[in-house]
Structures are given as C-alpha cells and as structure tokens.
C-alpha cells in the first residue's frame, strides 16, 4: 500500500514519454491508469480485510462475506484488468507511431504483454512463477516503469516538464 503514490508518479512519467505523440489521447491515458490504480488501491485494501475475517471460521459460517466480498470487490480487479489493456493499447498505438520518446521497439514492452509473460513464466517454471503470479500486475508494472526509465530518451520528457510556461493537456501537437 506504501508504493502507490509510486504509480501514480510512474503514469505521469508514462504521460510526458507519449506527450509528444498524442499530448490529447497521452494524458486520456494517463487519467486512465491513474483510475485503474486507485481502484487496485481500494481493492488491494480489501484483501487484508478478508483475509482477517479467515481467522473467525464462525463468522464465516454463519454469513455469506465471502460471496458478498467476491460481488463487491473482486470486480474491482476486472476494472483494474480493464485500464491495463485500455492503458496498453494506447501506449502501443502512440509508441508505434513513431513520436514519442520511445524507441519504436518498446512497443512489445508495455503492460499486457508483460502479465502474458509473467503467466508464461508460470507455465514453463512453475516454481518461480507460484511468487510471481499473485502480483503479476506489480511485477509487469514494475519492469514497464524501469524500462521506460533505461530505454526512453527523458531528458526532453525532464526539461518540458520543468518548463514554466502553461501547457494544455488537451492541446494537439501535430
């Protein structure tokens, strides 16, 4: 729960790599991941909540919380599911475009594909894969983050963020 911020700060990062691109559809993005981390915020909290509850078996018997915890919040995992393969498709879409601060390459590295191989990894070696796949969406987002900080070119994303003068998020730069 501590590392949450984190992501928010590693979105707006994500924002000013596709800014040059797509200023419009970067920041849609952004706003985007942004709600789909909060929600894996509320849902993450959720957990430590029913996992306590394990520990009262005669409360568990006598109500239905498990059943009502899955209705209310594991749907907040399919949102989180859900912002992740929007966020990807546009990151892919802008990146392959050719005018953001990525090398084209970079592309293959965005979040969908790295939960698809983190379950790969699950697949061929189970006995690593059993540590990653219970946060399969922290690892992906871990590596796609570090990745942007190795491989884009941030010292343009830096000197326009520092940049004094008012800028539009919704303004389009062709």
Not at 40 to 48: C, D, I, K, M, Q
Not at 67 to 95: D, G, M, N, P
Request: glycine letters at 6%; one cysteine or more; proline letters at 6%.
């Amino acid at each position: 729960m501590l590392g949450i911020p984190f992501y928010f700060m590693g979105c707006w990062h994500i924002y000013q790599m596709l800014r040059p691109a797509n200023n419009r559809l970067a920041f849609i993005a952004f706003l985007i991941a942004g709600f789909g981390f909060m929600m894996g915020a509320v849902w993450l909290g959720s957990r430590a909540s029913i996992a306590s509850l394990q520990h009262y078996p005669e409360l568990m018997a006598q109500t239905n919380l498990v059943s009502l915890y899955e209705t209310r919040y594991e749907t907040l995992l399919q949102v989180v599911r859900s912002t992740t393969l929007i966020l990807s498709a546009i990151y892919v879409y802008l990146v392959l475009k050719g005018e953001t601060r990525y090398p084209k390459w970079m592309a293959a590295l965005n979040p969908f594909v790295l939960i698809l191989a983190i379950f790969l990894v699950y697949a061929m070696a189970p006995a690593i894969g059993k540590y990653l796949m219970p946060i399969a969406l922290n690892v992906a987002f871990a590596i796609f983050f570090s990745c942007s900080l190795m491989f884009g070119d941030t010292r343009e994303a830096t000197e326009s963020a520092l940049d004094p003068s008012p800028t539009d998020p919704f303004a389009v730069r062709h």
